[in-house]
């Protein structure tokens, strides 16, 4: 994941929220935060989940579902692509939140009179 270009993204935002300011700061509050967690978070290889009191990031879950395929075992094969899924979700909603935020400083900017 390339965090500068992330970060160049949210500074151009910011920038276009204070030069085109709607007297409402929280746009502009949302945006960084979003952004804020696209660069910190967004990046797979360091999401991690806690299973039964251990702590289990991708590459983990990854070869726990390798291990279930080749043992044939349907509950891990199952519980592991769930795991991988949650790490998509996770990344998703953050992308989302960026989105819908986005679409609030197009709004404001625009109806702004």
Known sequence: MNKDLYSEILK???????????????????????????????????????????????????????????????KKCVESIAMLRCAIADIASAFSNAMDSMEGLVVTIRDEK
């Open 12 to 74: 151009a935002l910011v920038l276009a929220a204070e030069k085109f300011p709607a007297g409402n700061n929280d746009v502009s509050e949302e945006i960084k935060e979003d952004f804020e967690t696209i660069i910190d978070e967004c990046d797979i290889s360091r999401w991690r989940v806690n299973v039964d009191g251990c702590t289990r990031g991708v590459g983990n879950i990854l070869s726990d579902l390798d291990v279930s395929i080749k043992e044939g075992d349907r």
